[in-house]
């Protein structure tokens, strides 16, 4: 019904305008069952907030920005298609930037008042930038910190468990019997947390198992990208004894790492089996596929965007940090054609 109001929607479903308003702003939380009806309703009556008028009472842009390290990375440009659906639902425009991993630019982007009254609330996913400079900050645009970059609890912050993460992926190539698991990805500097925690979870999985973690295996890369994958793993290739096994601590440097691999000769997973982390779609339609662990990007965007908008409105809880959930897919790149998983 063209021009439905919040009294109508109210009235269809049963409940207080104060409900539907709740439901549709996403600001208070209310039960699943009260959600499905005043969303039953919504979808009959066709209605559509006038978020202009609404944005302008409230005095707000009715944007927010995403800013990630790179926009090209599939994990990243995935993810911010999920940030826009979640940020669309509740009636807001995401404008998208990238720093380049580049610290400058982190600190020009939370420093700039004129550039921070351009949308209402940022969702950062930092590469350098620390918690005393993100406390300190001039402008005072609510923040929701996405990524692995550590900050002790101090803001909102939604990420996997990075350690577990790397810890089911290397268990899951020690349960198909290979004891020679290498490792590609570790960076052992003050920007590269997440590749830090990934190290711990292998680690861990390979004293559990009751196996020597031989250092020679751990091979770091300055980013996660497809060539440096390949590189390392020409050099595991080279070693007196190479792997049976690599966990890569993302998908393109696994896809990377598979190239790498056909070229010298070396099948997967017959002779090397290879797990990443991501879940990108590309991954999926590698030759062979890739089998990864996939974090729950569409449960990130929604957790991110939600309390964001509860930053923004100021009825959100004191910092908290949101662990989203992931799975391990098991594909070609461990499981040979036509056996379990394939």
Known sequence: MAGSTLRDVARRAGVSIRTVSNVVNGSVPVSEELRTRVQAALDELDYRPNLVARNLRRGRSGMIALVVPELDVPYFAELA?????????????????????????????????????MFDGLLLSPLTISAEELRSRTNRVPVVLLGEHIFNGSFHHVAIDNVAAAREATEHLLGLGRRRVAAIGDQPYSTGETAQLRTIGYRQALERAGLTVDEELIVPTQRFHRHLGAQAMEHLLALP???????CYNDLLAIGAMRAAARAGVRVPEDIAVV?????????????SLTTVAPDK?????TAVGTLLAV??????????????HRLLVRESTVEVGGPGS
């Open 81 to 117: 298609r999920e940030v826009i659906t979640a940020a669309r639902a509740h009636g807001y425009v995401v404008m998208l930037d990238q720093t380049d991993g580049d610290g400058e630019r982190e600190r020009e982007l939370l420093g700039r008042e004129s550039r921070a009254t």
């Open 241 to 247: 004894e190479p792997p049976d096994a690599v966990f």
């Open 276 to 288: 990443g982390v991501d879940g990108i779609q590309e991954g999926q339609y590698s030759s062979p």
């Open 298 to 302: 569409a449960q990130i965007a929604r």
């Open 312 to 325: 923004i409105d100021g009825s959100a809880p004191p910092p908290t940090e949101t662990k989203a959930p």
